[in-house]
């Protein structure tokens, strides 16, 4: 099937390399001719495992292809995904502009039947008023044509969106009673339904409302963990103990159940604003929400503080992983940003260390921190170590070597990576999340 990806970002970008991967035709529209240029040499925009030999695959073989021009993309197009960002507004509302956009642009051009698929996270009732967007500039043309706008929320997760596309849990699709783009889905989808990956159709409403409800839960869930994480802090008690012995409990589950410094990212802390936004629109409380972004807030502050209570100046700092998570390169609210800022405005000299991020962290601070390709490296003469993102290379770290090659002895995990018995071993002093001092 011949279908458009508007918008090549995280999730447009595994999109059409996937929608292609699975036998579609895929045009990615983008804006952003640098994007465009990149992607159609090969040249993956964004660090993401498996994604540029999937892109390149797919280039070579025809199926799939970049442009600037909507209008390149329109021509027996019968999908059109619109996958454009929704970022917050000053009243953390999601800024739709985009999402317009793209839907009048289309209305401006189309002259044939098409699907119009919202898979950028939007609020509900979002897709309505994309319909009636679109109708109106069809019949100021004049033109008769069935353009059903749909929602179908994408729940990849950054680092494994190429096998979570392929492999997804779910795929959710909201349709307010058209058949012909129910058909289409399904058609589409084919290749993932057919090897049982479940396909759920519901109301557009309730489809837009799925995505912030499974973001807004997750960090819920870390959230729980990091208020019982500062009362495991004063009262005794270890969070990994009472995280371990909640998990177990079938209907908990271990997932997601895990104290650090909280949530970042391009998609919790703002799904989870717009969320309460969306409640006030519709004058329904959204306490839990708040709460989830309070203790959020709160978790990622009080280690902060803890770093400024041992170094409040003019220290030497080494910070590991700067990504918001590990393996992929998005800084987009990651908690480096921040602390990264504090540890400038207090004098500290910083070395950092990031397996892959280390590039898009210099457009935000280019000489206020010293990168080094090595985490031992970045260690050298540091008074404190800040661990920040939890990836591999940091688990196999010689604690012992980290010990020599620092000038003091302070590591703070910021992701309960190590077992504190075993980073004491080595002589240093351990600072985690969730135990008691
Ligand atoms: P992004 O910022 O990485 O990408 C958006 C892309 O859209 C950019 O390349 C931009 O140049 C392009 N664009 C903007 N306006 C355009 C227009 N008028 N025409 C064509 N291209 C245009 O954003 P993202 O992270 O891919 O997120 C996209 C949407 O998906 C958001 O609503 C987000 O909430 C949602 N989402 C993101 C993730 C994730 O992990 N990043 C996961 C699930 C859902």
């Known amino acids: 099937m011949k279908i458009a990806v508007v ?8 999109s059409a390399a996937c929608f292609a991967e699975l036998g579609h035709e895929v045009i990615g529209v983008d804006i952003d001719a640098a994007k465009v240029k990149m992607l159609s040499q090969g040249k993956s925009t964004i660090y ?26 329109l ?18 509302t999601a800024d739709l502009r985009a999402v317009f956009t793209v839907c009048e642009e289309t209305a401006k051009h189309l002259d044939h039947d098409l699907v119009f698929v919202n898979k950028s996270t939007v609020p509900v009732g979002t897709g309505k008023e994309c319909e009636e967007k679109i109708a109106a500039i069809l019949e100021e043309r004049k033109v008769k044509l069935h353009v059903p706008v749909i929602s179908n929320p994408e729940f ?16 959710i699709v909201g349709i307010n009673g058209d058949g012909v783009a129910q058909r289409m889905m399904d058609e589409l989808y084919l290749p993932l339904t057919r090897v049982k990956h479940p396909i759920v159709f519901m109301s557009r409403e309730s489809a837009e409302i799925v ?33 371990k012995g909640m998990g177990l409990d079938e209907r908990i589950g271990p997932r997601f159940l895990h104290a650090g410094i909280g949530y970042g990212g391009s998609c919790f802390p703002k799904d989870v604003k717009a969320l309460q936004a969306i409640g006030r629109k519709h004058d329904v409380p959204m306490h839990l929400i708040r709460a989830t972004q309070d203790v959020n807030d709160r978790q990622r502050e009080r280690f902060f503080q803890r770093i400024l209570n041992h170094f409040p100046r003019e220290a030497n700092v080494c910070v590991w992983g700067l990504s918001f998570k590990p393996n992929t390169d998005d800084l987009r609210e990651a908690p480096s940003i921040d602390l990264l800022h504090m540890l400038i405005a207090t004098g500290h000299t910083i070395r950092a260390y990031d397996p892959v991020a280390m590039e898009n ?77």
């Open 7 to 14: 918008g090549t970002g995280y999730v447009g970008l595994v």
């Open 48 to 73: 993401e495992p498996g994604l540029e030999e999937v892109l390149q695959r797919n280039l070579k073989s025809g199926r799939l292809s970049f442009t600037t021009k909507l209008t390149d993309a």
């Open 75 to 92: 021509p027996d197009c019968r999908v059109l995904f619109c996958a454009v960002a929704t970022p917050p507004n000053e009243d953390y």
């Open 156 to 171: 990849l997760r950054e680092g494994t969106a190429v096998q979570d596309t392929l492999h997804p849990d779910r795929i």
């Open 211 to 243: 995505k912030y409800a499974s973001n807004a839960f997750l960090a819920a869930k870390i959230s729980f963990a990091n208020m019982l994480s500062e009362l495991c802090e004063v009262a005794g008690g270890s969070i990994r103990d009472v995280t």
């Open 361 to 437: 962290m210099k457009k935000y601070f280019s000489k206020s921190v010293t990168y080094l390709s090595d985490p031992l490296e970045a260690a050298k003469g540091a008074d404190a170590v800040v661990l920040l993102t939890e990836w591999d290379i940091f688990r196999g770290i010689d604690l012992r070597q980290l010990k020599k090659t620092m000038k003091g002895r302070d590591l703070f995990d910021g992701r309960n990576v190590y077992e504190p018995k075993e980073v004491e071993a080595a002589g240093l002093n351990y600072h985690g999340i969730g135990i008691s001092a």
